[in-house]
């Protein structure tokens, strides 16, 4: 299987601070097509960061990012937004969705603006997506008239509104309760059996066990990764308990 | 201290700290706005104060009437006899010289000039006694020896004029030289709209200088009351005496101060209409501001709530920082004001005098100051009674300022907007119509950027209009005089007669002249319903022919036209029929329209027909043909005439307004400076404010693809968009409003307009509109441009 996304020696160096911190220490990932990679640690260990640095929403301090072949690090600001326009679809732990359009423009903003002169087909590709994530009736809702769960799937719905590469999911159901975060981890799993490449950051073990691997950080390195094989549903509490057991030996 | 007030006390100084580069520009608006007001303020005292201290020493006259001719003494005696408010009265003898006629000499350099250019009266007199006394730099009332004269400090300034020159008067008999002396301040003609002047020689040089020839002898016989405020009713009085002489202008005390306050108070009331917009602005800023901070400090407000501190004392908290930065902000600025007002009352200081610089100045300074300060605390008072109204548990939670009402309310209004609006099928493109429905949503905010700069357009138009209008040839009709390219005048001389057939034939004959018209000037007196009145009539063929009247048409035969303030003092409207006695003579004439003048006091009026012999001066108003240069023909022709002042009209009516014009080209420019000054501060507080707000945002739209270059040239669009529209509306409203602006002023102004129409001129109109979008588009790229290269991920987070 091909390499979709890769990191070499990644770093990530914050100045603002006295003295600098060095929150990512030369992080390696091979993220192949189709795989599903959940990013665990404890708070600080440079998860977020090192998914910002993967999608370019950072730039490392060292080191290179490849997504399909090509440096994201070497690209200019505009390449490099072009690029997670089109190649990168991100969730994130708070929607982040424009107060002032509905559920459905917020779905639609990244891929009318990657494709402008398709909307059609761009507009049958979004009610699809929301009609699979079981959102279709609250379309033209605000995202304050929504619950969480449902503006996480919508959230999902963006991210894959553009038929991206790879999806970034950072803490994707840290803000929701337990049966909103099966909806939303439901969803993924869907999105994964469809073939899309998942990197997902996540403190809790039962969203990991979703993922085929799960790597581990610590003080900005990579301390540990684990594969967990494709995911079964009646495996669940299975593959829940191997992991935490993994996680335990590494100081989880 | 307490250790409540000392918390405070730290809290405000951390806040300050926090938001410098906010709070320096609160400080900047608030400084200008109070250096504006204080300038202006203060100014306005020097003026008042300087010429109530020259009306002390120089004791101007309560009434005075100008006259040409025969005086009969027995008559005014009895007047005065009759009148016990008199208190003391006297003619005083004068000779008047055509500026051509003056010039100087300095022995030391063998420098030289004259004073042709000047359109004013020179009249010579020797020094009253009793009162109307002409005072030099020491408010002493010099009384010069035979040979030495005293110069009006006018001519010190204008020509620059020193102690030591010669002046050389051209007389029928020769030329008679004078040694300046000194300069003196002249509290009946020291504005700077008055047409005459006045220089003192000694009683012998003056009888001579008359008895030389070549001048116009003139009187004022002057009147010195118990009390001014029977002027009027002495004037109204003297104007029915029929055997009293009064074939010139008779003038009130109080028509002398308001001459002085209108002339060099213009640019004083001008600064205090600037400042008045600049606070407006700083309201706004202000508002915008505190609710700004409330709202990224609602959380600890809620949490300061929720441990039992009063709303109260939070919103204290606030109010001492905004309080700080008003006293900060009013001190700078009355620094500043203590500064300009030397520079602007320079003017004042050399007409009337420094008056001492006492408490006075300084209580209207602080006063000003304290009204800024004032109305800027209670501004922020009015923005923070939010704390009041922030619901602790929906600030530590939500982090909102509203309450759940609002919120709810708040949430309606957002999906109301999220159903009505649709990316799908938007023209422009994606970016264009997020940043349109982003103004729409957030139109309440954005407001303060088209509202600052439509009154920053306004601000910088008006002044701007007024100066074009001043400047325009159209100005002319306001002067009673048609729009011709030469003008010539013939007054003052010897044998006027004989000096108006020549300049006729000579002009007839010129055939670089396309047409000429010749009005005579005659001194008439018309019954008015409160007694005989005299008044100064223009008599021609097509005597007010291309002179807009406000009211009724131009006169034909046997009809006249008055100005507006004759025709308010006649109490005659058009229709009207009112009867003129010249001489033995009386005839009645219909009033067939009413015009606006802005010349002799206001008051003058224009028939039509044949120039009747014993004119008192001629005026000539010449059309040039096609091609021929005005300035070079009435040069031709004022250095052939000696005693006929011959100007191009564009030089006349810059002589006669240049006062005006000078005072608003400065407020123009002033106006322009903080117009665009203020412009670009506000934009970089709003964008300041607004940055913050729309971080996440804008974190979001870099995380699902849009470029960091994007993101920003949206909000610099916005901001370059709603500016344009303030500025656009404000340039209009200059040009539309700025015209019953200017009606309400030039109507309290008493100087015989009722309606100017505004010329504007277009270029400054979209110059100034232009500049200020592009200092707002200047603003924002400075401020968003270090954002370049940022970490957007950062902007997702708290």
């Known amino acids: ?153 919508a959230s999902i719905c963006r991210a894959l509104a553009t038929e991206p590469a790879v999806l970034l999911a950072d803490e994707p159901t840290g803000a929701l309760n337990s049966s ?11 999105v994964h059996a469809a073939g899309t490449t998942i990197v997902m950051v996540t403190h809790d073990p039962a969203c990991a066990a979703r993922a085929d691997r799960v790597v581990y950080l610590r003080d900005g390195r990579e301390t540990g990764t684990r594969a967990l094989g494709p995911w079964h549903a009646e495996d669940a509490a299975r593959r829940e308990d191997e992991l935490l057991g993994w996680l335990r030996t590494l100081g989880f | 201290m307490s250790p409540a007030r000392a918390l405070r006390w730290r809290q405000v100084r951390g806040d300050l700290r926090h938001d410098a580069a906010v709070n320096v520009a609160l400080v900047v608006v608030v400084a200008l706005s109070a250096c504006l007001m204080g300038t202006g303020a203060m100014v306005m005292e020097r003026l008042l104060s300087s010429v109530d201290r020259l009306f002390e020493v120089a004791q101007p006259p309560h009434f005075l009437q100008m006259h040409k001719g025969e005086v009969d003494l027995a008559a005014l005696t009895r007047f005065a006899d009759r009148h016990p408010e008199i208190e003391s009265w006297f003619v005083e003898e004068m000779v008047g010289f055509d500026g051509a006629a003056l010039a100087w000499e300095r022995p030391a350099t063998g420098a030289s000039g004259d004073l042709g250019e000047s359109l004013i009266d020179n009249l010579f007199v020797a020094q009253n006694e009793t009162f109307d006394r002409l005072v030099d730099a020491a408010d002493a009332a010099p009384v010069p020896e035979d040979g030495e004269v005293y110069v009006p400090v006018a001519y010190q300034e204008s020509i620059g004029l020193q102690v030591g020159d010669l002046l050389t008067v051209a007389t029928s008999s020769g030329p008679r030289t004078w040694e300046v002396r000194g300069f003196v301040r002249d509290a009946q003609m020291a504005s700077s709209l008055s047409s005459a002047t006045r220089f003192v020689v000694s009683e012998s040089d003056l009888a001579a200088l008359t008895a030389a020839g070549g001048g116009q002898p003139e009187v004022i016989v002057e009147y010195l009351l118990t009390d001014p405020g029977l002027a009027s009713d002495l004037e109204r009085a003297y104007a029915a005496d029929p055997a009293l002489p009064k074939n010139g202008q008779a003038v009130t005390y109080t028509m002398i101060r308001t001459l002085h306050a209108i002339s060099d108070g213009l640019a004083a009331v001008a600064l205090v209409l600037v400042a008045a917009l600049l606070i407006a602005i ?58 300009a007002v030397p520079l602007l009352t320079r003017g004042v200081q050399t007409h009337y005098g420094a008056a001492a610089a006492g408490g006075r100045g300084t209580l209207v300074l602080l006063v000003a100051l304290a009204a800024v300060a004032l109305v800027v605390v209670l501004g922020c008072r009015r923005a923070l009674r939010l704390v009041r109204r922030v619901e602790v548990v929906d600030a530590l939670v939500h982090g909102s300022t509203l309450d759940r009402r609002q919120s709810r309310r708040r949430a ?122 005299t008044v100064r009539v223009e008599v021609g063929e097509g005597a007010a022919q291309g002179i807009e009247m406000i009211d009724g048409a131009a006169p034909g035969p046997g009809e006249i036209a008055l100005s507006l303030l004759n025709a308010e003092e006649l109490q005659a409207a058009v229709g009207d029929t009112l009867t003129i006695h010249e001489g033995d003579q009386s005839r009645s004439v219909v009033v067939s329209g009413v015009y606006q003048d802005v010349t002799s006091g206001g008051k003058t009026a224009k028939m039509h027909g044949d120039p009747p012999p014993g004119a008192t001066g ?34 006349y009516v810059e002589q006669t307004m240049t006062h005006v014009t000078s005072a608003f080209r400065a407020t123009a420019v002033l106006a322009t400076a903080f117009g665009l000054g203020v412009a670009t501060l506000i934009t970089v507080t709003f964008l300041q404010l607004r940055l913050a707000r729309e971080r996440r945002a804008m974190g979001t739209l870099s995380a699902v693809g849009f470029s960091t270059a994007e993101i920003l040239g949206q909000l610099r669009g916005k901001t370059a968009a709603t500016a344009a529209v303030g500025a656009g509306l404000g340039a209009v409203g200059a040009v539309t409003l700025g015209g019953p602006v200017l009606d309400v002023l030039v109507a309290s102004a008493g100087v015989g307009l009722a309606h100017l129409e505004l010329a504007p001129d277009p270029w400054v109109a979209t110059g100034g509109a232009v500049a200020l979008v592009a200092a707002a588009w200047l603003a924002a790229v400075g401020l968003t441009v270090r954002l370049r290269g940022a970490s957007t991920s950062t902007w997702l987070r708290d």
Request: glycine fraction near 8%.
């Open chain 2, 618 to 651: 001629y005026t000539f108003f010449v059309d040039l043909a096609e091609g021929v240069d005005p300035v070079a023909l009435a040069a031709s022709y004022d250095e052939r005439f000696e005693d006929v002042t011959v100007l191009p009209m564009t030089a």
């Open chain 2, 412 to 533: 309606r209004r957002q999906a109301r907007r999220a159903r009505r609006t649709s990316l799908a099928g938007a023209r422009g493109g994606v970016t264009r119509r997020l940043a349109l429905i982003d103004l729409r949503a957030d139109a309440r905010q954005w407001s303060l950027v088209p509202v600052v700069f439509f009154l920053c357009a306004f601000l910088m138009g008006l002044p701007a209009h007024l100066l074009s209008t001043l400047e325009s040839p159209r100005f002319l009709t306001y002067m009673g005089a048609p729009q011709v390219d030469v003008r010539a005048d013939l007054q003052l001389a010897d044998d006027l007669e004989a000096l108006r057939t020549d300049l006729t034939a000579a002009l007839t004959a010129d055939d670089r002249v396309a047409d000429v018209q010749v009005h005579a000037l005659v001194l008439a007196d018309v019954e008015a319903p409160d007694g005989r009145r």
């Open chain 1, 1 to 153: 299987m091909t390499v979709t996304l890769e990191c070499r020696d990644l770093t990530k160096t914050y100045t603002s601070t006295d003295p600098p911190t060095d929150v990512l220490r030369g992080v390696d990932l091979s993220v192949r097509s189709g795989e599903f990679v959940a990013v665990m640690g404890a708070s600080g260990s440079g998860k977020s960061t090192l998914l910002h640095g993967l999608s370019g929403m950072d730039r490392p301090t060292g080191g290179t990012v490849h997504l399909e072949g090509r440096d994201l690090t070497a690209l200019t600001d505009a390449q490099m937004s072009r690029a997670r326009l089109t190649r990168i679809g991100f969730v994130f732990q708070q929607a982040h969705f424009l107060p002032n359009l509905s559920i459905r423009d917020n779905v639609l903003l990244p891929a009318l603006k990657a494709a402008p002169r398709e909307q059609r087909a761009v507009l049958e590709r979004v009610d699809a997506l929301l009609e699979r994530f079981g959102i279709a009736h609250v379309r033209d809702h605000a995202s304050t008239q929504v619950s969480g769960g449902q503006l996480q799937r």
């Open chain 2, 282 to 339: 700083a309201l706004l800023v202000i508002r915008f501001v505190v609710r700004g901070r409330l709202e990224d400090d609602v959380r600890q407000i809620g949490a300061m709530r929720a441990i039992g501190i009063p709303a109260r004392d939070i919103g204290r908290v606030y109010l001492t920082r905004y309080s700080l930065l008003a006293a900060v902000g009013c001190a700078v600025g009355g620094a500043l004001a203590v500064l």
């Open chain 1, 180 to 190: 909103m975060s099966r909806e939303v981890m439901d969803a993924f799993t869907d």
